[in-house]
């Protein structure tokens, strides 16, 4: 069959008239075609198939291009490192994708079975604070389950999520991303860090009182960030900062004001040190929003019972705060 669109034709039109011509189509071809689309190459299609080989994944591609199926050419290149779709490729693959990521969970949770593959991105800040609890919880509900974890910036998390490159994201997010459902975890505890023994004060009352310092503050895209810098924004402060120092962790901001770099503004996980030597957890000064660290999953993706697992498993341990964690304001 080889599928020919008026340039009048909708799209809605073409692809149902995909769908209602593909009964001679080979569903296997087209179950491989999507494996490479996913993978980016042959080589890793053919490893998440049971018994696949590169050179038949070759096969049922190219017996898919064919003129007696679509007639379409679906690879622009096919080198030993990757593949690079055509524009017909690429809008195919956009739709079988609908079809096929969440085939194999979904006949797996209908034959009840407790085994698959969990695909997770969490920001620094989380795989440092929850991770380690988080998996041993989770494993030993699900031991049969393999975790897939990618530790990367918010912007990232989200969207992978989004893109359907994960199946679960936790993260703090200003807001979540279309077609997404974000469930709280926990809210976010920040405070200001000050070595104890230089002329800083005992309590901050306003951001202008904060700036005066030299700033050691988060990385640009984390969501803490973005809310300081739309405050001082907003309160006209912008110029007055001098930035010392943008980390990625709230342990290396901890010791970047420990030796004297400035004044640190953190968020506070349950392994940070309660009374860390030499330095003053105080509270900061009224004006950030409140922030939430969340658990974010697509919203029309199916949710197999070993995910749904994970996800009320993460919010039950992320939910518990250690007691002495409130910051002191003396």
Not at 190 to 214: C, H
Not at 276 to 285: N, Y
Request: with cysteine; aromatic share 8%.
């Amino acid at each position: 069959m080889q599928l020919l669109i008026h340039p009048f034709f909708s799209v809605d039109y073409a692809k149902q008239f995909i769908f209602w011509n593909m009964a001679d189509i080979n569903w296997n071809a087209v179950y491989g075609f999507w494996l490479v689309g996913k993978h980016g190459s042959f080589a890793s299609a053919a490893r998440a198939l049971p018994r696949g080989s590169v050179q038949a994944l070759h096969k049922r591609v190219r017996e898919l291009e064919a003129k007696d199926n679509l007639g379409l050419g679906l690879l622009r290149s096919r080198g030993m490192k990757g593949v690079r779709l055509t524009e017909a490729g690429k809008r195919l693959y956009e739709h079988l994708d609908l079809v096929f990521r969440d085939f194999d969970r979904l006949t797996a949770d209908l034959r009840g079975e407790t085994s698959g593959k969990l695909e997770v991105a969490v920001t620094s800040f989380v795989a440092n604070a929850y991770m380690g609890k988080l998996i041993v919880a989770f494993s030993a509900q699900c031991p049969d389950v393999s975790l897939h974890l990618s530790v990367c910036e918010s912007p990232e998390v989200t969207a992978f999520v989004e893109n359907g490159r994960v199946d679960v994201g936790i993260c703090s997010t200003l807001s979540a991303p279309p077609g997404t459902v974000a469930l709280v975890a926990c809210p976010m505890l920040f405070q200001l860090l000050v070595p104890a023994d230089r002329n800083y004060p005992r309590r901050f009352t306003s951001w202008r009182e904060v700036v005066q310092f030299p700033l050691i503050l988060p990385e640009k895209t984390s969501a803490l960030r973005q809310a300081f810098d739309a405050l001082v924004a907003k309160e006209g402060l912008t110029s007055m900062i001098q930035i010392k120092a943008d980390l990625t962790t709230p342990e290396l901001s901890l010791e970047a004001a420990r030796a004297g770099l400035g004044l640190a503004i953190v968020a506070i996980g349950p392994q940070f040190p309660r009374n860390p030597a030499g330095i003053m957890r105080l509270k900061p000064p009224p004006g950030l929003p409140l922030l939430n660290l969340s658990i974010l999953y697509g919203e029309n993706d199916y949710i197999p019972k070993y995910v749904n697992t994970f996800i009320q498993t993460a919010i039950s341990v992320m939910s518990r705060r250690r007691p002495g964690d409130r910051p002191r304001d003396v």
